[in-house]
């Protein structure tokens, strides 16, 4: 959507979802009615629907009406939090946001990145006035060592700050080891790791499993070379 229409000056967020059936008319009435805006002013109006997975822009650019819409992936939308009916984004944010980055998140990066540069800068003098061998000079080479992994969601922004998430879906493969603690052979255990990986990657992308490993069974005998990516 970004970079097919005209750059408005304003962008706005309809917070409440809305139904996609609508068309310009129903959708100018709501930027009217609901969120106080005109909607022939040259702003552009986003909304979404109720499960937010489909967006909706409308765009008076002086001529006629741009009335787009477009599906989004799983998960790659995040919308703001706000205690008003309408919110206000720049250009910038809002391709964040179609991006699947949490632009309130991206905007506390160049909060983050002094702190750390300090921090750094702490470690590296304290570790010259530390005795090697000792328990405090391991876990300040230990931080040292990997401080570029540690940093990388200060240069990004989309990244979180920690891998909670992983290791919540690694838990039960620790927990259950012994029950699967011979796999027969090393390619079986390899088999294993993969299946496991798989798996844990549809729960974190928020699918169920099974149906997830189901479909895609029933699809891989049949599907193009030419579409794998997908």
């Known amino acids: 959507m970004p970079g097919l229409i005209p750059c408005p000056p304003q962008i706005w967020l309809a917070v409440s979802p809305v139904d996609m059936r609508k068309g310009a008319d129903g959708l100018s009435a709501i930027v009217q009615q609901a969120l106080g805006?005109?909607?022939?002013?040259?702003?552009?109006?986003?909304?979404?629907?109720r499960a937010g997975n489909r967006l909706k822009l409308l765009l008076w650019d002086g001529n006629g009406v741009w009335l787009c819409q477009r599906r989004l992936h799983r998960g790659g939308f995040v919308w703001p939090a706000a205690a008003d009916t309408v919110f206000q984004v720049t250009g910038a944010q809002w391709h964040w946001l179609v991006a699947g980055v949490d632009w309130q998140r991206l905007s506390a990066v160049p909060k983050s990145q002094p702190q750390l540069h300090a921090f750094h800068d702490w470690l590296l003098k304290t570790r010259t006035v530390t005795a090697p061998g000792?328990?405090?000079?391991?876990?300040?080479?230990?931080?040292?060592?990997?401080?570029?992994?540690?940093?990388?969601?200060?240069?990004?922004?989309?990244?979180?700050?920690?891998?909670?998430?992983?290791?919540?879906?690694?838990?039960?493969?620790?927990?259950?080891?012994?029950?699967?603690?011979?796999a027969g052979s090393e390619r079986a255990g390899q088999r294993a790791a993969a299946i496991q990986t798989l798996l844990g990657?549809?729960?974190?992308?928020?699918?169920?499993?099974?149906?997830?490993?189901?479909?895609?069974?029933?699809?891989?005998?049949?599907?193009?070379?030419?579409?794998?990516?997908?």
């Open 37 to 49: 805006h005109t909607p022939c002013a040259g702003s552009a109006f986003v909304f979404r629907n």
């Open 134 to 182: 000792g328990a405090s000079s391991k876990a300040l080479d230990y931080t040292l060592k990997r401080w570029p992994a540690l940093v990388r969601y200060a240069e990004t922004g989309h990244l979180p700050i920690d891998n909670n998430p992983v290791e919540n879906c690694i838990r039960p493969i620790a927990l259950g080891k012994k029950n699967w603690l011979f």
């Open 201 to 230: 990657t549809a729960k974190l992308n928020d699918l169920n499993p099974a149906a997830w490993l189901k479909e895609t069974l029933e699809k891989l005998p049949v599907w193009p070379n030419s579409r794998i990516a997908e």
